[in-house]
């Protein structure tokens, strides 16, 4: 970490939990989080659940958002959620691009351009990511992957909206494997996304963006981790199930 970007540390709850359940985790993660102020803190529930888990945080340090969002206005889009429902229910953030939504609704590098300009003319912070897969990553090819999803994915965008970007590395091989890239294997990649956008928008932006890692963060890692120079946080699955481990985490940035 460098102290120049204040740490964020977000919660994807994916498709997990229910009404009752998320409400519970909600107050534990706004009760064991109280004091901390060494990171910005948000929660990703699943769109149904967003608006009791609005009402348990509003007015608190702890942010929410959505885990994804359609990059059309409105319309005959049957089954998707826009940026204004969102906002509606008082989100600050939306995760786009995530790994899952590229593997099981054939997401492309072109989808996260036009939902990451949704998000930011909406006035919402999207958490754009980006990661290779294992093949990817075994034939020598993750910086090329990489190299797209970041030119691709941010393309274009004004250097007023990049400051608003946030972008999450997960490796796709640690995602809910318990195999975490080591931080030397994060930090490469965190670095090397830092350098693409030193060229694409100055090194005044680059410096400023946070660039969270993810694939199974746990309290027992996330120290090392957000250590290395280029690491501003996580995006934590698994582990932010439970308000106590996510909570750890939160701890590591102290
Ligand atoms: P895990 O922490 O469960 O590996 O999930 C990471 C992730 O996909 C967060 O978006």
């Known amino acids: 970490m460098d102290e120049r970007r204040k740490p964020l540390i977000a919660g994807n709850w994916k498709m997990n939990l229910d009404l009752a359940g998320a409400t519970t985790l909600a ?44 990059p059309e206005e409105e319309g005959a889009f049957t089954g998707d959620i826009n940026a204004r429902m969102l906002l509606s229910l008082g989100c600050q953030y939306v995760c786009i691009g ?64 990049m400051a608003r970007v946030v972008v999450a590395y997960e490796p796709v091989w640690a995602i809910g494997t318990g195999r975490t890239a080591t931080p030397a294997q994060a930090e490469e990649v965190h670095e090397y996304i830092r350098k693409l956008l030193a060229g694409m928008f100055g090194e005044v932006i680059a410096s400023r963006t946070r660039i969270l890692y993810g694939g199974s963060v ?13 690491v501003d946080g996580a995006l934590v699955g698994g582990a932010s199930l439970s308000a106590e481990s996510f909570a750890g985490i939160v701890e590591c940035t102290g």
């Open 27 to 70: 107050r534990e993660v706004l009760q064991r989080t109280a004091r901390m102020r060494t990171a910005d803190i948000c929660v990703l529930p699943a769109s149904p659940l967003i608006q009791a888990v609005a009402k348990v945080l509003e007015g608190s340090a702890v942010g929410f958002g959505g885990q994804d969002i359609s």
């Open 98 to 161: 995530h790994s899952e939504r590229r593997e099981f609704h054939l997401e492309t590098d072109e989808s996260v351009r036009a939902k990451t300009g949704r998000a930011l003319a909406s006035g919402l912070i999207p958490i754009v990511c980006v990661g290779e897969r294992l093949a990817e990553r075994d034939s020598g090819a993750t910086f090329q992957r990489i190299e797209r999803q970041i030119t691709v994915g941010l393309g274009g965008l004004s250097s007023e909206e």
């Open 218 to 230: 746990k309290p027992g890692n996330a120290r090392e981790l957000m250590g290395q120079k280029d």
